[in-house]
C-alpha cells in the first residue's frame, strides 16, 4: 500500500500472524528500501514480504534494483502487481524468491503462472486501487480461479472479517489479503483523522477514476475524487493533462498526513462500508480468525447425521456416489439436513 505500507504496519502484521508487506516504491530509491526491511526486521521476528507495483510511468523507476535490494536483503515472498511484470519476476524467480502475483483478470492470473508466479492473489472489482477494466467482483472471479487456475491463490478485495475469509476459503482461496482494512488499524502509519474518515464512510464512497485512460482506479470518494470524475466525464478532448492535477499522488500522499481527507486523493475499497473500529493488528486478526471458525462451524451445523457423499478430488464440484457426479439432493443431503 503506497504511502501506508511502511515497516510499522508491515511488523504489526507479521507480528498479529499475518504476512505483513512493505511497499518497495513508497521509498524514493533502492537503498531507502534496503533501510526499510532492516528496520522492519529490528521490529519482528516473523516474515514479511515486500511488494513490487510495476506502473505505467514516464520515468519508470529502476525496477530491477529495486528488486536486488529485496534478493540482497534475503526477502523470501514478494508480491508483485502491475503491468509487464516477466523481467521482474524472471529475476526474483533465478533467486528463488516465492512470488505472489496479485492481479484482476483470469486471463492476466494465466499469464503470471506461465511465467512461474508461485501463487496468486486474486483482486476483485471491490478493492481498493487499480481495479481492471473488466468490473468482476469477487463472487465470479474466485470461483472462476479456482475451476481454472492450476496454482493456490488468495482472495483480495472487499474483505474486513472473518466472515468474509470464510467466504473466501468457501469459495476455493487458500486466504484473504487485505488493505484497506489494515489503514484502519492503531499501527497504521497515517493520521488518525483518515482512519475516522473511513470508518464513517459507506460502501458507496469510493470513486473510480481514469476509466477513459483504462487505467481505472477505486479511490475514496472526496471531493477532489468526485472533481476529478467530473473533469474526466465531461472533457470534450479528453486530455489526460486535464484530470492530472486532481489526482496528484504527492497530494494524496500529504493527506497521509495532514488528515484533511479532501486535500488530495487516496485510495481506499468498498469495504470502507464494512470497518467501524481501529483496532490493533493483533485484536482484529484474532478476531478474524474467531469469526471466520464460528462462520465455518455454523454452517457445517446445518447438516445433521453423515454427509450422504464423499468429496471428490475437484475441487468445488463436489461428487456424488461412485465417483459419479453428485445430484442435487446428495450436494444438499436432502432429507438430512436442517435446509
Ligand atoms: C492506500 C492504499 C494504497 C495502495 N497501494 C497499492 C500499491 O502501491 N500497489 C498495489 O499493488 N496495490 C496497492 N493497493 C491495493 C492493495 O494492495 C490491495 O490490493 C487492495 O487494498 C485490496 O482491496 P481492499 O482494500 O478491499 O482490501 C493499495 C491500497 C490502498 C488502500
Known amino acids: ?38 528496520r522492519c526486521r529490528t521490529m519482528t521476528k516473523n516474515p514479511f514480504g515486500v511488494n513490487l507495483t510495476l506502473l505505467p510511468a514516464l520515468v519508470p523507476p529502476d525496477y530491477g534494483a529495486y528488486a536486488q535490494v529485496i534478493i540482497d536483503e534475503g526477502i523470501n515472498i ?56 473488466h468490473d468482476i467482483t469477487n463472487f465470479i472471479l474466485l470461483s472462476k480461479a479456482r475451476q481454472t487456475l492450476g496454482v493456490p491463490f488468495i482472495a483480495s478485495g472487499g474483505f474486513a472479517d472473518g466472515q468474509g475469509l470464510a467466504a473466501a476459503l468457501s469459495l476455493g482461496a487458500e486466504g484473504i489479503n487485505m488493505g484497506t482494512r489494515f489503514m484502519c488499524t492503531v499501527e497504521a502509519p497515517i493520521h488518525q483523522k483518515i482512519k475516522q474518515a473511513i470508518v464513517e464512510a459507506q460502501e458507496t464512497d469510493t470513486e473510480l477514476v481514469l476509466r477513459r485512460w483504462r487505467n481505472t482506479t477505486r479511490l475514496f470518494g472526496n471531493k477532489v475524487a468526485r472533481e476529478a470524475v467530473q473533469v474526466e466525464r465531461e472533457s470534450k478532448e479528453g486530455k489526460f493533462e486535464e484530470v492530472a492535477p486532481f489526482v496528484s499522488g504527492k497530494r494524496g500522499r500529504e493527506v497521509f498526513l495532514n488528515g484533511d481527507k479532501d486535500y488530495g486523493v487516496w485510495t481506499a475499497g468498498q469495504v470502507i462500508g464494512l470497518i467501524h473500529d481501529i483496532p490493533t493488528c493483533g485484536e482484529l486478526v484474532a478476531r478474524i480468525e474467531r469469526e471466520a471458525i464460528s462462520t465455518l462451524s455454523k454452517a457445517a451445523s446445518l447438516y445433521v447425521g453423515q454427509v450422504p457423499y464423499s468429496v471428490g478430488p475437484v475441487q468445488g464440484s463436489g461428487s456424488g456416489k461412485d465417483g459419479k457426479p453428485a445430484t442435487g439432493a446428495e450436494l444438499w443431503g436432502v432429507g438430512k439436513s436442517k435446509l
Not at 502487481?81 to 494465466?110: D, E, F, M, Y
Not at 508461485?118 to 481495479?131: K, N, P, R, T, Y
Request: aromatic share 4%; glycine share 10%.
Open 1 to 38: 500500500m503506497q504511502w501506508v505500507g511502511y515497516a510499522e504496519l508491515a511488523s504489526a502484521v507479521s507480528n498479529a500472524g499475518g504476512l505483513g508487506i512493505l511497499t518497495a516504491l513508497t521509498q524514493p530509491t533502492p537503498e531507502d528500501l534496503r533501510k526499510e526491511i532492516r
Open 78 to 133: 514478494v508480491e508483485t502487481a502491475g503491468n509487464s511484470p516477466g523481467p521482474v519476476i524472471r529475476q526474483l524467480k533465478a533467486a528463488n524468491v516465492i512470488i505472489l502475483h496479485k492481479c484482476t483478470t483470469i486471463r492476466h492470473a494465466q499469464s503470471a503462472v506461465k511465467l512461474g508466479v508461485d501463487f496468486l492473489s486474486i483482486d476483485g472489482f471491490e478493492c481498493a486501487g487499480h481495479v481492471g477494466e
